[in-house]
């Protein structure tokens, strides 16, 4: 009989919640709405032929440090050979090349704090850039080894979104002059899921589910330490390069398979233009940390 009153006390709060007699605030992002996607949003695959048709060349490859790291998101050569790579627990390990430029032996050098680090990069000063996805722009200090937050809130003085939280920061790269630009997937943020991991790929299911449309291109100024949000409304935004001629940026938008250029300069400066639309699925999610060509 308790049992029954229990369960019909459960039903009958369902439904005055359902019904909005009753009030109840939940953590978000539980009331997040499915949005209506723009056509021009809508994925559309190109076929998998020509540069996309199945191939086996990633079976040549050799593994390494196979059982001995865990979720690094991308690599970082640093001069000299050097592999730079943070875990999916937030530890950063590096590997240096032997006499016949193999490696062999990984070791760890820092711990850059609870959250998952994905992007990052170097600066001219030897200093590693991360863009972490719950605590924004970090720089992990060459000499001293200490972790700093260079970005965790837009600046007042930007254009859009002045004083708004920098949630799920994915992938960065320097200009030539020093800005750092990087990519803030959604307005979800990234929390820990039930074994302690900060879990970004539940945060990309609900972006991608909800059709939250809410990534973002950044810069930040290492001169005058000014966060600002220079493009917005992508959905996922993810790998971010700066153009060899630092004429632009390319930004890849994971779920709609496209790849973007906002403009650095030119006729089409601060503006955002697409560059290569309808990617099939693979090619679309290769854009994950986008690595530049030298």
């Given at each position: 009989?308790?049992?029954?009153?229990v369960l019909?006390?459960?039903?009958?709060?369902?439904?005055?919640?359902w019904?909005?007699?009753?009030?109840?605030?939940?953590?978000?992002p539980?009331f997040?709405?499915v949005?209506?996607?723009?056509?021009?949003?809508?994925?559309?695959?190109?076929?998998?032929?020509?540069?996309y048709?199945?191939?086996?060349?990633l079976?040549?490859v050799?593994?390494?440090f196979?059982?001995?790291l865990?979720?690094?998101?991308?690599?970082?050569?640093?001069e000299?050979?050097?592999?730079?790579?943070p875990?999916k627990?937030?530890?950063?390990?590096t590997?240096?090349p032997?006499?016949?430029?193999?490696?062999?032996v990984?070791?760890k050098?820092?711990?850059?704090g609870?959250?998952r680090?994905?992007?990052?990069?170097m600066?001219?000063?030897g200093?590693?850039?991360?863009?972490?996805?719950?605590?924004?722009?970090?720089?992990?200090?060459?000499?001293?080894?200490?972790?700093?937050i260079?970005a965790?809130?837009?600046?007042?003085?930007s254009?859009?979104?002045?004083?708004?939280?920098?949630?799920y920061?994915?992938?960065?790269?320097i200009?030539?002059?020093?800005t750092?630009y990087?990519?803030?997937?959604?307005?979800i943020?990234?929390?820990?899921?039930a074994i302690?991991?900060?879990?970004?790929?539940?945060?990309?299911t609900?972006?991608?589910?909800q059709?939250?449309i809410?990534?973002?291109?950044l810069?930040?100024?290492?001169?005058?330490q000014?966060?600002h949000?220079?493009?917005?409304?992508?959905?996922?935004?993810?790998?971010v390069a700066?153009?060899?001629?630092q004429s632009?940026?390319?930004v890849?938008?994971?779920?709609?398979?496209?790849?973007?250029?906002?403009?650095?300069?030119?006729?089409?400066?601060?503006?955002?233009s697409?560059?290569?639309?309808n990617l099939?699925?693979?090619?679309?999610l290769?854009c994950?940390?986008?690595?530049?060509?030298?």
């Open positions: 009989m308790r049992s029954k009153t019909y006390a459960i039903i009958a709060a369902y439904l005055a919640c019904s909005g007699l009753v009030g109840l605030s939940m953590p978000y539980s997040g709405t949005q209506t996607i723009p056509s021009n949003k809508l994925p559309t695959p190109s076929a998998l032929t020509g540069p048709a199945p191939n086996e060349v079976k040549n050799t593994k390494l196979k059982g001995k865990q979720g690094t998101e991308s690599v970082h050569v640093s000299g050979g050097t592999l730079w790579l875990d627990y937030g530890n950063v390990f590997a240096e032997d006499s016949e430029g193999r490696y062999n990984v070791r050098v820092a711990y850059l609870p959250s680090p994905l992007g990052h990069t600066d001219a000063d200093n590693l850039l991360v863009a972490d996805s719950a605590k924004g722009l970090i720089m992990l200090e060459r000499a001293s080894g200490k972790v700093v260079l965790s809130q837009v600046s007042a003085d254009p859009k979104d002045p004083g708004s939280v920098i949630s920061a994915n992938d960065l790269d200009a030539h002059d020093g750092v990087f990519t803030t997937s959604s307005d943020p990234v929390v820990p899921n302690g991991l900060w879990d970004t790929f539940a945060v990309f609900l972006t991608m589910l059709g939250s809410t990534g973002r291109l810069s930040y100024n290492p001169k005058t000014a966060t949000v220079l493009a917005d409304g992508f959905w996922y935004a993810n790998g700066v153009a060899q001629d632009f940026v390319a890849a938008e994971t779920v709609t398979m496209t790849v973007h250029k906002f403009w650095l300069n030119g006729p089409k400066v601060n503006l955002t697409s560059a290569f639309c099939s699925g693979k090619a679309a290769c994950d940390n986008t690595v530049k060509s030298e």
